[in-house]
């Protein structure tokens, strides 16, 4: 497959899960651009072994992870273009603070973690597809996946508002 048809292909799939997962428009811009990049110089080496999907998309998670890493951002720019929806001023602010929720709670995960819970819920793919793009068991993908899963609801249980104290801190 040639590099213009891969670019065509997956570009606009790319920078959404980028997108995803570093939360900035900009940011994922410049991600996208080093991963067609890093794929346009690297594209001699894909084997086939598995998927051109999934070894993409390994490549952009892989870079996105390095930019959370090193910046430490929040996706909730991202979650809010996701969920947000033409809804009533109340239902609006209801879902908005929903989403500034999840985001801080998602923030609270690793790298790592985090990535499985987008790859999943946001990007609807498998834990096959999930296990071949972070390369490791798909049994350990299902299990970062129940673990955040678990994470996100202690800690929304624990502090569903984000502009709101934690409880220990209320107690002081």
């Known amino acids: 497959m040639e590099f213009e048809a ?7 799939m790319l920078y959404r899960h980028i997108h995803r997962m570093v939360g900035n428009r900009e940011d994922a811009q410049d991600i996208l651009q080093d991963v067609l990049l890093l794929i346009f110089r690297k594209l001699h080496t894909f084997r086939g072994d598995a998927s051109m999907k999934t070894w993409v998309f390994r490549i952009a998670s892989n870079r996105a992870i390095d930019f959370i890493r090193q910046s430490r951002r929040r996706p909730t720019e991202a979650l809010d273009e996701k969920l947000a929806t033409k809804e009533s001023p109340l239902a609006f602010t209801q879902r908005q603070a929903e989403i500034d929720a ?5 923030d609270q995960l690793p790298a790592e ?5 987008i790859l999943k819920e946001i990007d609807g793919l498998t834990f096959r597809e999930i296990s071949e793009i972070t390369q490791i068991p798909e049994n350990t993908a299902k299990t970062r996946m129940y673990t955040s899963l678990r994470k996100l ?7 569903p508002d984000p502009e709101t104290p934690d409880k220990q801190e209320m107690q002081k």
């Open 6 to 12: 891969i670019a065509r292909q997956y570009s606009g």
């Open 153 to 159: 609801r202690d800690i929304l249980a624990d502090n």
């Open 113 to 117: 973690q985090r990535q499985v819970v």
């Open 102 to 106: 999840l985001g801080h709670a998602l």
